[in-house]
């Protein structure tokens, strides 16, 4: 070997390849490096020395090794902020984000238990039942304890453009499917023929299978493309305003004249592109609106002599009772004359923060990374109603939640936007990703979206996903361009994770039915499928 390792690690090593290589190609297929068509195969390797443990506990410690590394490839960058920005070493900043993944790590665990309990005692088929239980515990990693769905399997096909079609239906949860659906495939193949000893005929029907479900998503895609690319609605034209204000100046005294003057320059050089709505990101104002009197009708003036709306996120002092105030982080939206038409709350804050969760048992934790103040809950799903079209504004790492986007719209909305401040990750893979994020929010509700943040990435995406304009990070910029409004309404729209509910009922029939019994389809009959 060129390396002298000591010999206790050589078998570690050998036999815990399987799950390293399997969680580099995984990390690999997720911005930056975006090599997403490993995705279709990067689980082969976990998903067969899954099959061939002895038993649960074992496959639960593959599991829970493979979820840790994989987590932290992908979300290494939570990092930078607790690090650069909440005066924590960086030895304890990177314990920090490991306690994250191995809370993520866990939910793969127990997938990899229950995969191997159903391999060797139920009769339905492990092809079916892999990607199903993948995509249950997917969706509870995305709402248990705050929930936090990053990472999620389907968003590396983010540039798969017919395919996330179908995230109007399914949700991104439809990707993870297919995704986890090929990759059971493929290792069941191998391991008939490596550990059964024999070809299995009924595998070809599944692949088969796939392949149809593949061309009807592909077909789909094209119809809904076509149909959105037909379909001109009402125009308006939007300015977002990128200043890249660097984090650590943001609510400096010192630099406050500096950030609101590189904010007005480049509000005024948009004018000239004529935009009905001015975009600035999160927390734009270095001041407290409303609070500060002499900065609010300075910034009111100014907004007045543009003569046209202005959406900006303020951070807001609430009066909770006589005595005592909170803060919020808030989204307003001024008419040309300068009235408040609308004020949105942030309602899913970040926990650690923008608040302490549990903050009467946990009184001794103090927020990670230090803000202002510690952030009170908004509790209305409310939208702009104006002439310009009516929207939702998802403030930040809101808008990774599929279902509390959906809430918005259920009853009408005409675009998207989003605003945020990515400032607090740097040059990492973060931003990259929260961006791509988007993507599956406008098409699972088929409306055009407008991100606009600090530092990067801003851009326009229309309801099929496409990325039609959008900005470099860390560019000091503005860009303008038309949306078309949509009011149409999608099955997810309306009624949301069905096809999890589905596959949550199918996966209770999996554990409790079918420990000994025949699988109801025919299709799938027999082990012989394992």
């Known amino acids: 070997m060129p390396y002298n390792l000591p010999k206790i690690f050589i078998p570690s090593l050998q036999r815990y390849f399987p799950v390293l290589l399997s969680s580099f190609l995984l990390i690999s297929s997720f911005p930056k490096l ?36 994989f987590f932290y490839g992908c979300q290494y960058w939570i990092y930078h902020s607790i690090n650069f920005y909440g005066n924590i070493s960086f030895f304890s900043s990177l314990c920090i984000v490991f306690l994250l993944c191995f809370y993520e790590g866990l939910y793969i665990g127990i997938f990899a238990a229950l995969l191997n309990h159903l391999h060797n005692k139920s009769k339905f088929p492990i092809t079916l039942i892999t990607p199903i239980l993948w995509i249950n515990l997917e969706y509870l990693r995305g709402i248990l304890f705050t929930g936090f769905p990053w990472s999620m399997l389907g968003h590396t096909l983010y540039n798969s453009y017919y395919l996330i079609q179908i995230c109007d239906i399914t949700g991104v949860f439809g990707l993870s499917f297919l995704i986890v659906f090929s990759n059971s495939i493929i290792t069941l193949f191998f391991y008939n023929r490596t550990i059964n000893k024999k070809t299995n005929h009924n595998l070809y029907i599944n692949a088969a299978i796939f392949v149809i479900l593949i061309i009807s998503i592909i077909v789909y ?52 592109e004529k935009p009905d709505l001015i975009i600035w990101p999160e927390t734009s104002l270095p001041f407290l609106y409303g609070t500060d009197r002499e900065l609010t009708n300075d910034f009111n003036k100014f907004q007045q002599g543009l003569n046209t709306h202005l959406l900006f996120g303020s951070v807001l002092v609430r009066q909770m009772d006589r005595e005592n105030y909170k803060l919020s982080n808030s989204a307003i939206l001024l008419s040309p004359a300068g009235k408040i038409l609308y004020v949105y709350d942030k309602i899913h804050l970040v926990p650690f923060g923008e608040y302490v969760p549990l903050s009467d048992i946990l009184f001794f934790i103090n927020k990670i990374v230090p803000t202002i103040g510690t952030f009170q809950q908004g509790q209305r799903y409310i939208t702009a109603q104006s002439e310009i079209g009516d929207f939702a504004t998802l403030i930040c790492y809101e808008i990774i939640f599929p279902d509390l986007i959906r809430k918005f ?122």
């Open 409 to 530: 719209y259920q009853q009408r909305g005409d675009f998207i936007v989003t605003i945020t401040n990515d400032a607090w990750f740097g040059t990492t893979s973060g931003p990259y990703q929260h961006f791509i994020i988007s993507k599956f929010r406008a098409i699972e509700n088929r409306k055009p979206l407008i991100r606009a943040a600090n530092t990067g990435i801003s851009g326009f995406i229309d309801p099929t996903g496409k990325i039609i304009k959008s900005s470099t990070l860390f560019e000091r910029t503005v860009i303008t361009n038309k949306i078309y409004k949509n009011s149409d309404k999608t099955f997810y729209t309306k009624y949301g994770n069905i096809f999890i509910y589905i596959s949550i009922l199918i996966n209770i029939v999996f554990l409790l039915w079918g420990q000994g019994g025949k699988p109801p389809c025919g299709i799938f009959k027999g082990r012989a499928l394992k």
């Open 221 to 272: 895609g094209q119809n809904c493309i076509n149909y959105y690319n037909n379909k001109i609605d009402s125009p308006i034209n939007v300015s977002i305003i990128q200043p890249s204000i660097e984090q650590d100046k943001k609510w400096d005294p010192q630099f406050q004249k500096y950030v609101m003057n590189t904010y007005k320059n480049l509000t005024l050089s948009s004018l000239n």
């Open 34 to 69: 975006n090599l997403s068509f490993l995705v279709w195969i990067a689980l082969v390797p976990f998903l067969f020395y899954v099959l061939k443990a002895q038993n649960p506990r074992e496959s639960f410690k593959i599991g829970l090794i493979f979820g840790v590394i």
